[in-house]
């Protein structure tokens, strides 16, 4: 139990950092129009009408390897037959998608590709991407 609750915590600050690594990266490739302070929520929500859809994928991007990353890490920590820890990484990171979409005004079409696309399914594919790699090195399939 210790190591699955290990785990989830370590799944969840992996995803974490990449998540922010993204982020910070994302800012420096696609600069934010004059004026925009990203730190800044009342800057950001000022600025949304004029963020076209290039300022967005970065957050889709740290969204969804933040969240595959957190996934895998977690699955391959957790004992063999533990890959509902993948999901929790999942709705984990869902939820913080959630309070995001209500803190921040972003697009309708953001929003939904957002939550349907970055996090359930990106712990399901690193639950996959946990199995190949243990079945390849003689472990266990999802639990």
């Known amino acids: 139990m210790l190591r699955t609750a290990l785990a989830i915590v370590l799944g969840f600050l992996a995803g974490s950092a990449v998540n922010m690594g993204l982020v910070m990266i994302g800012?420096?490739?696609?600069?934010?129009?004059?004026?925009?302070?990203?730190?800044?929520?009342e800057s950001l929500k000022a600025a949304m009408p004029l963020l076209g859809p290039k300022y967005f994928l970065f957050p889709f991007l740290a969204h969804a390897l933040g969240t595959l990353v957190g996934a895998l890490v977690a699955f391959l920590i957790a004992p063999r037959g533990k890959g509902w820890v993948s999901r929790v990484i999942g709705v984990m990171f869902l939820v913080g998608g959630?309070?995001?979409?209500?803190?921040?005004?972003?697009?309708?079409?953001?929003?939904?590709?957002?939550?349907?696309?970055?996090?359930?399914?990106?712990?399901?594919?690193?639950a996959r991407i946990g199995a190949a790699l243990r079945q390849s090195s003689g472990g266990a399939h999802v639990g």
């Open 98 to 126: 959630l309070v995001a979409a209500f803190m921040i005004p972003a697009p309708k079409w953001f929003i939904v590709a957002d939550l349907a696309l970055a996090y359930l399914p990106m712990a399901w594919l690193g």
């Open 27 to 41: 800012s420096l490739v696609v600069a934010p129009p004059p004026g925009v302070d990203l730190n800044d929520m």
